[in-house]
Nanobody
Framework: QVQLVESGGGLVQAGGSLTLSCAAS????????MGWYRQAPGKQRELVAI???????NYADSVKGRFTISRDNAKNSLYLQMNSLKPEDTAVYYC???????????????????WGQGTQVTVSS
């Protein structure tokens, strides 16, 4: 399995930037998909961005052009660079790791989501 620890959250004014980090307890080289999700008060957790082990990234429409996801396999870390932050970006941000069903080489239970504890991002006007 893998343990995930997020960091980098904080309070920022609208238009500002933050970079979130996710440190994994083991190699992420063969983890198929890693991503960032967020959950605002009273709302369901939603996908922000994901990136595959091949470096392909997808973003929620609400963050396209503003956020950039990246992974550094040598550092066992996942990052989310957030620019032009808006108050609607306020949420707890969670790191996620998941292998596709039937894929065992990454060391994770296939199809099972692994989550960090989250880091709070608050954007004020």
């Amino acid at each position: 399995q893998v343990q995930l620890v997020e960091s980098g959250g904080g309070l920022v004014q609208a238009g500002g930037s933050l970079t979130l980090s996710c440190a994994a307890s083991r190699s992420i080289l063969n983890i198929n998909v890693m991503g960032w999700y967020r959950q605002a008060p009273g709302k369901q957790r939603e996908l922000v961005a994901i990136i595959t082990d091949g470096g392909r990234a997808n973003y929620a429409d609400s963050v396209k052009g503003r956020f950039t996801i990246s992974r550094d396999n040598a550092k066992n870390s996942l990052y989310l660079q957030m620019n032009s932050l808006k108050p609607e970006d306020t949420a707890v941000y969670y790191c996620n790791a998941r292998n596709w069903p039937g894929y065992y080489s990454g060391g994770l239970v296939p199809g099972l989501d692994y989550w960090g504890q989250g880091t709070q991002v608050t954007v004020s006007s």
